[in-house]
Antibody
């Protein structure tokens, strides 16, 4: 069974840092592009970042560029999102999602991890 | 950035109704359009990709159509488990963008 499990969310003060992880299982992780998508409480979906199969190519939404870094460890079947200089507006549930061969759609999604930025 | 506009933002419907949700892109995106269903407290689930291709395991009452800037998601006969929010998403170019969502509620 294909499974994505996020972890690492929590409460952090403005200006702080957090690293999210997404553990993948049930498929050949190294063959798939991966994404992070977030959803603020009660709001819609917002794409955050993507990474290609070997980590050599990454893209970011303007709202997180320069503050967030996406990476992956194919040996550990794990996707990461390093989040620095966090702001209140970064408060959201963060989902990781698999992308079939760089098609830029998302299937499946993890269950999400909540990041709350507040003092 | 490509802006995605969904309508309506919410609708009330009864079991058995035919439901139509539309999505408009701010520029032509060919068939690079996908649809997701999201139930409260759950992750989104892919329904339709490439405008009209039904994802494996998704009931055939869901269908998608469109090309260029105008797209439609149709639920042919609404079932109790279909009450949820629906989002369109363009996969034409980064930043990848979503519509604002359509909440389908019980009438």
């Amino acid at each position: 069974e294909v499974q994505l499990v996020e972890s690492g969310g929590g409460l952090v003060q403005p200006g702080g840092s957090l690293r999210l992880s997404c553990a993948a299982s049930g498929f050949t992780f190294s063959s798939y592009w991966m994404h992070w998508v977030r959803q603020a409480p009660g709001k819609g979906l917002v794409w955050v970042s993507r990474i290609n199969t070997d980590g050599s190519s990454t893209n970011y939404a303007d709202s997180v560029k320069g503050r967030f870094t996406i990476s992956r460890d194919n040996a550990k079947n794990t996707l990461y999102l390093q989040m620095n200089s966090l702001r209140a507006e970064d408060t959201a549930v963060y989902y990781c999602a698999r992308d079939p061969h760089g098609r830029n759609w998302f299937d499946p999604w993890g269950q999400g991890t909540l990041v709350t930025v507040s003092s | 950035d490509i802006q995605m506009t969904q309508s309506p933002s919410s609708l009330s419907a009864s079991v058995g109704d035919r439901v139509t949700i539309t999505c408009r892109a701010s520029q032509s995106i060919g068939t690079f359009l996908n649809w997701y269903q999201q139930k409260p407290g759950k992750a989104p689930n892919l329904l339709i990709y490439a405008a009209s291709s039904l994802q494996s395991g998704v009931p055939s009452r869901f269908s998608g159509s469109g090309f260029g800037t105008d797209f439609t998601l149709i639920i042919s006969s609404l079932q109790p488990e279909d009450f949820a929010s629906y989002y369109c998403q363009q996969s034409y170019s980064t930043p990848l963008t979503f519509g604002g969502g359509t909440k389908v509620e019980i009438k």
